[in-house]
């Protein structure tokens, strides 16, 4: 199966939506889990959401370089490599960032993290599967300005 080309309009969008999604859902929860009012989590999680954002451009750059430098081949070894190092590096990143702007320990910052990673998680994969299965649709939405696309006969919401 080939894999389809994005635009950068549809890449943005794609980012962008997911982003949007996860802090709505992800803010009220973490709010009322942690007895902090939603601006904070807002804030904390937006700023989160950009952080791994510039995190993963810059980690990725280096790690093409690095990759290239000593001629890895992107087998799973390499990918398990690159994965646990994405998060390792975001997590030391996060974790004194909620520390500090919740008044909270790092240990506190740690399992918030760890609860994080475990909303995001099955998030991704149902958000990247709806996405998937809607694309056509958005697609069609994005060609035609942002415009609203009506539903083909018959067709349900998710395709």
Not at 14 to 40: D, N, Q, R, T, V
Not at 114 to 139: G, T
């Amino acid at each position: 199966m080939t894999q389809a080309k994005k635009t950068l309009k549809e890449r943005f969008f794609h980012a962008f939506l997911f982003e949007i999604l996860a802090i709505g859902l992800c803010a009220p929860a973490a709010a009322w889990a942690m007895g902090k009012s939603l601006f904070e989590m807002g804030v904390l999680t937006a700023v989160i959401a950009w952080i791994a954002l510039v995190w993963n451009m810059l980690y990725n750059a280096g790690f093409d370089r690095i990759e290239n430098r000593f001629g890895w081949t992107r087998n799973l070894r390499v990918r398990v490599v690159h994965a646990f190092g994405f998060e390792l590096g975001l997590i030391l990143i996060v974790i004194p960032l909620a520390a500090w702007w919740l008044s909270i320990s790092l240990w506190q910052a740690f399992v918030l993290d760890i609860a994080l990673v475990l909303f995001y998680l099955p998030y991704a994969f149902l958000y990247n599967l709806a996405y998937d299965r809607s694309r056509p649709r958005v697609m069609k939405w994005l060609g035609r300005g942002g415009q609203p696309v009506p539903a083909a006969a018959g067709q349900t919401p998710c395709g």
